[in-house]
Each structure stands twice: as structure tokens, then as C-alpha cells.
């Protein structure tokens, strides 16, 4: 629930807001994390902390700078995402077990003891402000991580808290220039600014980690960065950012440990339930999952009799290569389809008996072989795709009501097993979605597979 004073900008901004992300989502339930029921005297805020900037008398500024108790809980947990994903064609990236990864890597994790002073200096307003604002405390706390609030050598200056744009926003009352003294003044009105732009950009960053570093960082959400991430911030705010949203998880949290890595690549023609998502078994962060269907506008989709969906996607695949087609079209196709997507592009292969034909290697990220003869198998070439010496990434068939839990769950762990760290696991799903049990079936056959 936004605060009184915020509801009628909050009505004026989402009527003329851009469109999200993809993936977006509403808030979820709280998760465990530094800052919450605070008992432990590491977690409290010290007394010099408590007395704010200069030490003079809190009881004379607007914004008193006496640190009210840690709220209670674990307050609000930002969405799942449903599928890896980056609209600027930069690095991919997935909220998952909540943890924010990117393709084939252990979460980037800042350091422990700066998550330690951020607590220490500031989680009585954070978690405060983060719950009344409807906003998660990972967010607030990875954004005065990322602008230096929390370092060991220098103490709190609210001056790079946020551009003068975005502070305004929170207090049209107060110029640009005002806004900004009052953030680098106290720490109170700097966090509680903070905590109420997140809420106010909602509809902007869908509560999507990277989205809200890149607009706190730089009061828009723009591709054109020339980082890993594609999108326009202050070098290296992203970066950190990220980093101190996973060390807050990583403060009550294990980090995932795996033996391997990969990337669960799903052609969705029907629909599918999100791992962790209500009566479904939870991923346990070794592994992403991507969405390639034609509801996900990032993905170029191309077939051989011509068609395309989404010319305008960042990402291509082209479904699939076959024997019987013309070899000369068939490259025609792929080339075309290939031509103006800026990020990484996909083959599906079918084997109709001469085995799985690669008809254009150049440009292309990973082959998936289809290692199930009709719609009605699972994964009956799977002896034959090992006997080829596995050409291309296998691809499996989970899209028919006759296909058990138990029979999802083993196909799933045992074709996962030969998929090497860093590679990629295709999943057929059509005519029927994978839901509920069938869906935790999967995820507990790729949790047991790469589990360390």
C-alpha cells in the first residue's frame, strides 16, 4: 500500500507510463533476508549511525534522523520472471529461487560485509519504508549498495541516491536541486524517496532487478549501454546493483550449489507453469529456462513454409530443419530469418530417418535435435541421438496428456545427464501445457540433475 501523499502521483504516472517488460509480474509473498525481524546485534543499527548527519539535534529537521526499530518479516519478494530475457539484446538474465542469474553462471554475489553495513547503517528505514512504499528491501538496499552508501571508507551521502528527475517525482513540492540537498542531508527523506520511486516506476520496471537498477541509476530505461547489459546506466551501476540485490539474498540464504549449469530451452506452443510458482516444485538456481513462444514478442520465430512471427524479435529461431525439405530453401529460410537479430538464434532439427541435417552453422548458437520420432513420443531417438555422437542439443517431447509425472521426471533427469555444464536442454511442450504435477515433475527431474 503506497503512502496517502503518493496515491494521486502514482494515478497520474501509470495513465501515461510506457509499456513493461515481458515478464513482469505482480509482488509475491516475503522471503527470508538481513533487515527483517532484526534480533541479532549485527543487524541493528549503531548508536552513531542512528544520529544522522552532523549530530546535531533530529528533533529540529523535518526529516528526524532517529532510526526507528527494524519492521518486522521478510516483507515483499519481487516477482518470478517467466522466462530468461533482455529487450536491449544484451545479456540475458532470469529471477529464479530468488536469485537474479544470467545463462550458465552462479549468481554474482557482492560482498558480504558491505550487505553487513547496509543493514547495519540503515535497515530500521528500509525495511520501514520498503514495506509501507510496497517495494521489496532487496531493491532499496542494492540501490544504496550500488551508489556507495555502504562502503567501509565513506558514510552516507545521499547526493547519488537518485537523479533530480526522480526525486522530484516522489516531491513535486521541491525543486530539483532542493530534492537532491534534502537526499544528501537525511538519511530518512533519502531511503523513504528511494523506497517511494520504486512505487511510483512500478508500471516502468515491472519490479524487475536490472529494470529498477537502470532507472534509479540513470532516471530512464533506454537500450544503447555499451556494457553486457545493453542498456544505458552509469558504467558499472548495473553491475553492482545486481550484485548487492543477490548479496541480501545471499545473507539468509545458501547459494546454489551445483555440478552444473545449463539453460532449459522451452518451444512453447501451448502453456507452462513457472517453477516455484503456486502448487509447483521450486528450480534450485543451477538451472534458467527460457520461453519461445509466440506470445514472447524477444523471439524471432521462422519456418520453412515462410512464415515469421515477431520480424522485429532480438532473438531468432527457426523451426525445424527435415530431409524432406528443399536444401536450397531451407538455408534461404534460416538466412532470412537470421538476417537483423541482434542477439543469439536457434535451429531445431528433426531426424525422419537420415539423421538430424545442419544446414547452416554460421550465426548459429546451439542445434537442438529432436529426439522424438512424432508427436506422440517422449524421447524414443534418444539411443540413436547418443550413437550419432549426440549432433546438437537434445530436445525432448513433453506435450501430450498421456505423459506421466513419473515418466517426465526420470526423461527429464536422465536426458538432463548428458547435457554438459554450460550447455542447453530443449522441451518440447504441445498440444497440452505442462501444469501442476506434470510441471513439478520436470523441475524435480532438472533439480536432481544438476544438483552438486
Not at 13 to 28: I, K, R, V
Request: glycine residues 12%; negative net charge.
Amino acid at each position: 500500500m503506497l503512502r496517502p501523499a503518493l496515491m494521486l502521483a502514482v494515478l497520474g504516472l501509470y495513465a501515461c507510463d510506457e509499456a513493461g517488460q515481458t515478464d513482469g509480474g505482480s509482488g509475491g509473498t516475503g522471503e527470508g533476508g538481513a533487515g527483517g525481524n532484526t534480533s541479532t546485534a549485527t543487524l541493528s543499527p549503531t548508536s552513531s549511525d542512528a544520529t544522522g548527519a552532523g549530530g546535531s539535534d533530529p528533533q529540529s529537521k523535518p526529516y528526524p534522523e532517529d532510526q526507528p526499530a527494524p519492521a518486522e518479516g521478510t516483507g515483499i519478494s519481487d516477482p518470478l520472471s517467466r522466462s530468461l530475457h533482455n529487450r536491449c539484446a544484451g545479456i540475458d538474465w532470469q529471477r529464479i529461487h530468488g536469485w537474479l542469474l544470467t545463462p550458465h553462471a552462479a549468481p554474482e554475489i557482492g560482498p558480504a560485509d558491505e550487505m553487513a553495513r547496509c543493514v547495519e547503517r540503515y535497515a530500521g528505514w528500509v525495511t520501514n519504508d520498503a514495506d509501507a512504499a510496497g517495494v521489496s528491501r532487496a531493491s532499496v538496499y542494492a540501490a544504496l549498495a550500488a551508489t556507495g552508501q555502504c562502503d567501509a571508507d565513506t558514510d552516507y551521502d545521499g547526493t547519488a541516491l537518485l537523479p533530480p528527475e526522480l526525486c522530484v517525482l516522489a516531491h513535486p513540492e521541491l525543486d530539483g536541486e532542493a530534492c537532491v540537498d534534502q537526499m544528501a542531508t537525511y538519511r530518512s527523506f533519502g531511503i523513504e524517496t528511494l523506497a517511494d520511486v520504486l512505487a511510483l516506476t512500478q508500471e516502468q520496471h515491472k519490479q524487475d532487478p536490472p529494470m529498477m537498477g537502470v532507472l534509479l541509476g540513470q532516471g530512464s530505461i533506454e537500450c544503447g549501454g555499451e556494457d553486457r547489459w545493453k542498456y544505458v546506466a552509469p558504467e558499472g551501476y548495473l553491475d553492482r546493483y545486481v550484485a548487492a540485490y543477490n548479496a541480501y539474498k545471499a545473507s539468509s540464504s545458501e547459494e546454489p550449489q551445483c555440478k552444473k549449469r545449463v539453460v532449459v530451452s522451452v518451444a512453447l506452443y501451448t502453456g507452462m507453469d513457472d517453477p516455484g510458482a503456486e502448487g509447483v516444485t521450486g528450480a534450485n538456481g543451477c538451472w534458467t529456462y527460457e520461453r519461445i513462444a509466440k506470445t514472447n514478442a524477444e523471439w524471432k520465430i521462422c519456418n520453412y513454409d515462410g512464415t515469421v512471427h515477431h520480424e522485429d524479435g532480438i532473438k531468432w529461431v527457426y523451426d525445424d530443419t527435415n530431409t524432406a525439405h528443399d536444401v536450397t530453401t531451407e538455408k534461404a529460410r534460416i538466412n532470412n530469418c537470421k538476417e537483423d537479430a541482434p542477439s543469439r538464434g536457434y535451429i531445431y532439427m528433426v531426424n525422419r530417418g537420415s539423421g538430424w541435417p545442419k544446414r547452416v552453422t554460421d550465426g548459429v548458437a546451439v542445434h537442438f535435435a529432436e529426439i522424438y520420432s512424432g508427436q506422440y513420443a517422449i524421447s524414443d531417438q534418444f539411443g540413436l541421438w547418443k550413437d550419432a555422437g549426440k549432433p546438437g542439443e537434445p530436445m525432448i517431447n513433453f506435450g501430450e496428456p498421456t505423459t506421466t509425472a513419473t515418466q517426465i521426471q526420470n526423461i527429464a533427469k536422465d536426458v538432463c545427464a548428458t547435457v554438459e555444464d554450460g550447455g542447453y536442454l530443449g522441451v518440447y511442450v504441445y498440444p497440452e501445457s505442462l501444469r501442476g504435477d506434470r510441471m513439478s515433475a520436470m523441475v524435480k527431474g532438472l533439480n536432481a540433475c544438476t544438483k552438486l
